[in-house]
Each structure stands twice: as structure tokens, then as C-alpha cells.
């Protein structure tokens, strides 16, 4: 028997339709990990159910590991993803200078993707966002002379963060923020060793720029090119500074009489 749009309401003021609800939510983006969720009032006023409903669909979330609860704070989003930095695995990335092109590849990758999402489904609520976190590091930049370059890499990840979660594929989001250290390193490293020299640090502030004007204005195929250019060319750039060093230091082995 299919059910009428009555029934469907009545199913989603269960515990378990609470609780389906809320985890949708936080697959969406708008409850993250760590966040405090709303009042159980605010809650029960957003959802349309009674507090006995919501209490047990919280339990039901308890249960689950997705949310945790300590008393006299409320509820929080747990880590969907705990962090890992101390694994095996996560040293070796960190540990070897190959690893930030790998990741510059899997930035593309799923940041492209994400940009053609968010130009092709992003909404005005969105578009607000992605020009926020636009605007905070562009004045940033504009107005420092000294750029601390950690302050800008969490700028800069933000602002990539803003236009994946535009894209409104939770899987795509969960992704990128399970990999956040690693790409915040990659962010950092491009920073540090292109921002201050001034015909990288123009091309990273155009393309932006660009890159934030084709996602707001809904151009997804632009948007994806200009995501996909600006981190070839970051790659690019990289790889000519690595070159230049390993010049230089064969160069001044040579004056210190190694052959």
C-alpha cells in the first residue's frame, strides 16, 4: 500500500523517523562533526515532534555511536571519521616529499568534481557561504604584509571545503573531511613555497577568484576547468621549485669539491 503524504509525516515523527531525519541532516552537511546540536525545544519545533519523539530518536542516534551526549552540554555530532594521525600509514604520507603531488592528483580529482557539483546544484543559501569564506581570505590577503602562512592554508581549505559541501553529496563531503590533515599539508605546503613570489601568488589570487565566480554563477563546466587548472598549475609550479633545488645543490656540492 503506498503511503498518502499524511502517513509519510506521521512515520517521520517516530523515534526511528526522528532519528532517520536527523542522520540525513548530518549526512547533508548541516550538523557537523563536533557541532552542538540545537535545544531539544528548537529541535522539536524545527522537526514538528513531541519531545518524547525526539528524546528517543536521540537514544536511537546514542546507540549508533553518531551523536554523543554528556550531561549539562547537550548533544554533539560525533567524528564520523576519528582521526588517524598517528597510524602507519598516515607517517609514511606525511614523511615523504612524493606524497604531496599524490595528493595535489586526488585534489583534482575530487575537488573538479566537486566544483561542476556545486555550479550544478548549489543553491543561494550556498552561494552565500562559498562568497563568505571567498571574502574572508581575499581580505585577508589584501590586508596583510606578512602572511602567516598556516592563518591562509586553513583560509584556502576552508574556501575548497565551502564549494565540496555545495555539491550535496554527503559521500563526496565525508571524503574530503576524512582527509582534511593531508590535504591541509598539501594546502600548506603550496603556501609556503609559492605565495611569496609574486607571479604564483597573482595566479593562485586569479584563479580563485575565477574559480569562486563560475561556481556562484552556476557555470559547472567552468568550474571544473578552473579547479582542474588551479592545482595542475600549483603542481606545476612545485615541481619547478624542486627542480631549481636539487640544482642548487648539486651546484654547491660541487663548489665543496664532491663529486
Not at 594521525?85 to 586526488?106: A, C, G, I, N, Y
Request: hydrophobic share 40%; net charge neutral.
Amino acid at each position: 500500500m503506498s503511503l498518502t503524504p499524511d502517513h509519510r509525516l506521521a512515520g517521520m515523527r517516530t523515534p526511528d523517523g526522528v532519528a532517520a531525519t536527523l542522520e540525513q541532516l548530518i549526512l547533508d552537511g548541516v550538523f557537523r562533526p563536533g557541532q552542538l546540536l540545537p535545544s531539544e525545544r528548537r529541535l522539536c519545533d524545527k522537526l514538528g515532534v513531541s519531545r518524547s519523539s525526539l528524546r528517543e530518536g536521540l537514544r536511537v542516534l546514542r546507540s549508533k555511536g553518531v551523536i554523543d551526549t554528556r550531561h549539562g552540554r547537550g548533544s554533539s555530532v560525533a567524528e564520523l571519521v576519528p582521526p588517524r594521525d598517528d597510524s602507519p600509514l598516515m607517517h609514511l604520507f606525511k614523511s615523504q616529499p612524493r606524497t604531496l603531488f599524490d595528493l595535489l592528483e586526488v585534489r583534482a580529482l575530487l575537488e573538479g568534481e566537486s566544483a561542476f557539483l556545486a555550479a550544478s546544484r548549489g543553491t543561494p543559501a550556498d552561494w552565500v557561504l562559498i562568497t563568505r569564506r571567498y571574502q574572508e581570505m581575499a581580505d585577508y590577503v589584501a590586508g596583510t604584509t606578512v602572511i602567516d602562512v598556516e592563518r591562509l592554508a586553513r583560509l584556502d581549505h576552508a574556501f575548497h571545503l565551502a564549494i565540496c559541501q555545495a555539491s550535496h553529496n554527503p559521500v563526496l563531503v565525508h571524503t574530503l573531511q576524512s582527509l582534511t590533515d593531508l590535504l591541509l599539508s598539501s594546502v600548506f605546503a603550496s603556501v609556503k613555497n609559492l605565495y611569496h613570489r609574486a607571479e604564483p601568488r597573482e595566479m593562485i589570487n586569479r584563479q580563485h577568484a575565477r574559480l569562486h565566480e563560475a561556481v556562484v554563477q552556476g557555470k559547472p563546466a567552468l568550474a571544473k576547468r578552473v579547479a582542474l587548472e588551479h592545482l595542475t598549475s600549483i603542481g606545476e609550479r612545485l615541481r619547478e621549485i624542486e627542480v631549481e633545488t636539487q640544482r642548487l645543490e648539486r651546484s654547491a656540492m660541487r663548489l665543496e669539491g664532491w663529486e
